[in-house]
């Protein structure tokens, strides 16, 4: 087993030693604050939008309907919409890949976070002097409510099923199980309450603080674990997830890789100017991107990783409840074409969603269990469920 260990430990050294970061040819140099993907299309958020249709080769401004100059500091996706918030300018949305945008309310807001369920938008905001906390829209951001997060810095949000975990500056990470009717803090173990990135892997929550590294829980923020041995830079700025490996953006320190829930990272720098700040990371098709503080957007493949299997896992399909008795929802990143089949590979249902969530009727099942297999435009992710 040693000796298995040590002739892993040997490959991914050897892979990482090979992998070379490439700066993209997008015409913003400056920071970029955020990424959002959808197969090869990649949208990034700084005094602008830009866009990439070719996995970053090249970028087009795309900011028609923006009021004034404005920065972009958020990016969700709900079907066609691309929703994006912004510092002072409250929240845009656009349906036609970015062509053009149209004010989607929270005016002289700060927009620091979005997330979506169903039909709910979850707008995280920072401190502008006024109202800040998290806001809920429920018509496609035609009018916005106030949750029970009030006067809190919100700067990201997180979710797992139907389950919205918020980190904040200051008060650490917060957890609303009904539409942000209540929120819980759910910070035990958690030694650096300023959080600044929020990732999910199946059962696996991660926290990145600015100062004290990532922390990790496994049962919906009930505990946190330090997950720091190798992480040479506890600042962490942005987490972004693919599979089993864990990637964290730090200020200063560059990118690093965990390929084991976060229990060691290694450096990934080889290319990256020295000390990078890097304030943004996605995953889009084969790559990984990250958006820096003064140095524009930067790409990897992942292949030079040892990665080989970017879409088939777990974190790009989310049921719930899970085991169940009669309905389980199922979200994805986007509309997907679903399959479930037996144990024994036999396919039992097939559905087409119209959206990234979606409930069935599995009443009819018999008990054991079954496997999800969903298709959307970012490839293929499988996942298991159990018929009690």
Known sequence: MKKLYFLISLMLISALGFAQWQQTSCP????????????????AGNNSVFLSTNNGSNWTEVSTGFSGVLQVTAFTLSGSNIYTGTVDGGVYFSSNNGNSW??????????????????????????????????LSSNNGSSWDT????????????????????????????????NGGLWTSVNNGITNNQIYALAINGSNIFAGSIGGGVFL?????????????????NQIYALAINGSNIFAGTNGGGVFLSTNNGSSWTDINNGLPTGTWVTALAIS?????????????????????????????????????????????????????????????????TITTADKQTTIDVADLSSGVYIIKAKTERGVAVKKFIKE
């Open 28 to 43: 913003y140099s400056g920071q970029v604050n955020c990424f959002a993907t959808k197969g090869d299309t990649i949208f």
């Open 102 to 135: 149209n004010t989607a309310g929270l005016n002289n807001t700060y927009v620091s976070s979005l997330a979506i369920i169903g039909s709910n938008i979850f707008a995280g905001t920072l401190n502008m002097g006024s109202y800040f906390g998290v806001f």
């Open 147 to 178: 949750t029970a997060m009030t006067n809190t810095n919100i700067s990201s949000l997180a979710l797992n099923g139907s389950n919205i975990f918020a980190g904040s500056l200051g008060e650490g990470v917060f957890l609303s199980s009904n």
């Open 217 to 233: 829980s496994s049962n919906n923020g009930g505990l946190w674990t330090a997950v720091n041995n190798g992480l040479t830079n």
């Open 285 to 349: 098709d084969s790559n990984i991107f990250a958006g820096t503080y003064n140095n524009g957007i930067w790409r990897l493949p992942l292949s030079q990783l040892g990665i080989k299997e970017t879409n088939n896992n777990e974190s790009n399909i989310k049921t719930f409840p899970n085991p169940t008795n009669d309905n389980l929802t199922i979200v994805t990143p986007e509309k997907a074409a679903i399959e479930i089949s037996n144990i024994e590979g036999q396919i039992i249902k």
